[in-house]
């Protein structure tokens, strides 16, 4: 079964901390993605990769990094922590799409963030 | 402007009949491709059904369908003979194809409760 890990499903930080929320897929997938969701307005993206140490903003990228230094994992990072990131953390990977694949996106079970 | 539109934040149903959630979309790039997610409780996306822009008939997956009506632009969902365990949160995506990053672009999602 294809998989998509992402560590913590459960957070709770202080207002200033940094956090690192991490992501591992086993499918040799060349992209990954960090998605935010919050009720109401859907999934937005915050960066992805699309290779190794390769990384684009996405639509919501202020306050936020990431960082890929393996093809199989990628990180998203707050450098410090504010209570407008507490949200659900998505992260998702799919193959490249000239393999003529749909493009489809597997995702992890989330991450939900609670910053106090 | 909204890319992905999902005008039903809420839908119930009864089991066993049918139910459509809509989807609506904006884009003028000719080839693109549309998604359907389902997010149960858990919290993980579950892919659904998949309709490219030039695939001649409508996506059909078991009790899925995607009413597909390019003209105007639509990409309804269609559930069949709903199951107690359809109740999720539904989401509508879509990726550009001149959009390299293979991302997709997600509605805000439609909340189905399927009554007993």
């Known amino acids: 079964d294809v998989k998509v890990t992402q560590s913590s499903r459960y957070l709770v930080k202080r207002t200033g901390e940094k956090v690192f929320l991490e992501c591992v897929q086993d499918m040799d997938h060349e992209n990954m993605f960090w998605y935010r969701q919050d009720p109401g307005l859907g999934l937005r993206l915050i960066y992805f990769?699309?290779?190794?140490?390769?990384?684009e903003k996405g639509d919501i990228p202020e306050g936020y990094s990431v960082s890929r230094e393996k093809k199989e994992r990628f990180s998203l990072i707050l450098e410090s922590a504010s209570t407008n990131q507490t949200s659900m953390y998505l992260c998702a990977s799919s193959l490249r799409r000239w393999r003529g694949n749909t493009g489809e996106l597997f995702f992890g079970e989330g991450s939900r963030l609670t910053v106090l | 402007a909204q890319k992905i539109t999902q005008t039903q934040p809420g839908m119930f149903v009864q089991e066993k009949e049918a139910v459509t959630l809509d989807c609506t979309y904006d884009?003028?790039?000719?080839?693109?491709?549309l998604f359907w997610y389902k997010q149960p409780s858990s919290g993980e996306m579950i892919f659904l059904i998949y309709q490219g822009s030039y695939d001649q008939q409508n996506a059909t997956e078991g009790r899925y369908s995607l009413n597909f009506q390019k003209a105007r632009k639509s990409a309804n969902l269609v559930i069949s003979a709903s199951q107690l365990g359809d109740s999720a949160m539904y989401f509508c995506?879509?990726?550009?194809?001149?959009?390299?990053?293979?991302?997709?672009?997600f509605g805000s999602g439609t909340r189905l409760l399927v009554r007993p």
């Open positions: 884009t003028s790039d000719p080839s693109y491709g």
């Open positions: 995506a879509m990726r550009e194809r001149e959009d390299s990053s293979y991302k997709l672009i």
């Open positions: 990769s699309y290779d190794v140490k390769m990384k």
